[in-house]
C-alpha cells in the first residue's frame, strides 16, 4: 500500500511547486493523492468532480479548492469536456509571517476549510480576475527567474490567500457544491470511518452498515475514492495518528491504540510505508521545524 503519490523534498530552500494551466484526463490523473503540503487548485474550465476528505464536489470554472496538508483528495475529469486548472503546492512555513498586532493567518482559508469541512470556494467574476492575474503572474516569474522572482512569488500566494481567507472571514457561508455521482450511502461512510477509527471498520461491518453487499461496496468504494477500504482507513489512522503525535503528550503504544491499529509493530510498520517516518522520528523533526 503506497497512498502517497505525491512526494515533495523536505528541506528545500524554496518548498513551492506549480502546475500551471493544465487540462487533466482519466489516464492521467493520480488514482489518490496525499501529501504533507498545503495545495491550492484553481478551475478555468470544464468539468468533473473532486474527492477532498469526505465530500465529492462538481468542479466549476471560478472554483478554487483549498486543500490543506495530510488530506486525502482525488479530481476525477470528464473524459468529454476535462478540466483546465492550475495547481499550487506549497509549505506552510512559506507564509508565514510576523504579527503585526493582529490574529491574522494567510493559512487562515485553510484552518476555515477544516472546521467547516467545505473545501470549496466558488468565486466572483471578480475574484476569479485577482487569482488569474497572480497565477499568471507567477508562471511569468517562473520562466524569466530574474533576481528576486522567488519573493515575488511569495508575495503572489500571498496576496491570494489574503483575499482568501477575508472571503472565509465573511458571515455568508460559501456555496458547497455537492456532487451528484456517489450513492446515497457513501457520505455517510466516510463520516462514519471518521467517527470510529478506533473501532472495528473494516469491509464487512460498513457494509452491513451500507446494506449492500461486500464486492459492491468495494467495487464501488475504490471506482470513487481511488483506494480500496482497506488503504483508506489505514491511511486515515495514521493521519489521525499525526495529529495526536503534534498535539498531545501521549505515548506512541497509546496512540496506536486510540487510533484503531492492533498491535504496535503493526502502527510502526503502516506509518513508517505511508509518511517514511517512525512515528518518533515524525515527533521530533516536527518540534525541530514547527508547523511543517
Not at 473524459?79 to 507564509?95: C, H, Q, Y
Not at 478506533?198 to 461496496?217: M, R, T, W
Request: charged share 20%; hydrophobic share 35%.
Amino acid at each position: 500500500m503506497d497512498p502517497i503519490r505525491k512526494k515533495f523534498a523536505s528541506g528545500q530552500a524554496f518548498p513551492f511547486a506549480y502546475n500551471y494551466r493544465d487540462t487533466k484526463n482519466p489516464q492521467s490523473e493520480l488514482p489518490d493523492h496525499l501529501h504533507d503540503w498545503y495545495e491550492l487548485v484553481y478551475v478555468y474550465e470544464g468539468k468533473g468532480t473532486f474527492f477532498i476528505n469526505q465530500t465529492f464536489y462538481e468542479m466549476r470554472k471560478g472554483d478554487v479548492f483549498i486543500i490543506p496538508g495530510d488530506t486525502i483528495h482525488r479530481a476525477f475529469p470528464d473524459k468529454d469536456n476535462p478540466v483546465t486548472s492550475t495547481a499550487i503546492f506549497f509549505s506552510p512555513l512559506l507564509v508565514q509571517q510576523v504579527s503585526l498586532g493582529d490574529s491574522f493567518s494567510y493559512l487562515n482559508c485553510y484552518e476555515q476549510s477544516k472546521i467547516h469541512r467545505n473545501y470549496q470556494i466558488p468565486l466572483q467574476l471578480s475574484m476569479q480576475l485577482i487569482i488569474e492575474s497572480c497565477l499568471d503572474h507567477i508562471q511569468h516569474e517562473l520562466e524569466h527567474k530574474k533576481t528576486g522572482y522567488r519573493h515575488s512569488i511569495i508575495l503572489d500566494l500571498q496576496h491570494m490567500l489574503l483575499q482568501l481567507s477575508r472571503g472565509s472571514d465573511t458571515d455568508s457561508p460559501h456555496i458547497q457544491t455537492d456532487s451528484t455521482t456517489e450513492p446515497l450511502w457513501m457520505k455517510k461512510i466516510l463520516f462514519h470511518i471518521d467517527e470510529h477509527l478506533e473501532q472495528d471498520v473494516g469491509l464487512a461491518a460498513l457494509s452491513l452498515k451500507a446494506s449492500i453487499s461486500p464486492a459492491h461496496f468495494s467495487r464501488v468504494f475504490k471506482k470513487l475514492t481511488g483506494m480500496n477500504i482497506t488503504e483508506y482507513i489505514t491511511t486515515k489512522r495514521i493521519i489521525r495518528a499525526k495529529e495526536l503525535l503534534l498535539e498531545t503528550d501521549s505515548n506512541i503504544s497509546l496512540i496506536a491504540e486510540s487510533c484503531g491499529f492492533e498491535s504496535l509493530p503493526h502502527f510502526h510498520r503502516m506509518f513508517k510505508r505511508i509518511t517514511s517516518l517512525t512515528p518518533a522520528a515524525y515527533k521530533k523533526a516536527s518540534i525541530m521545524s514547527p508547523n511543517s
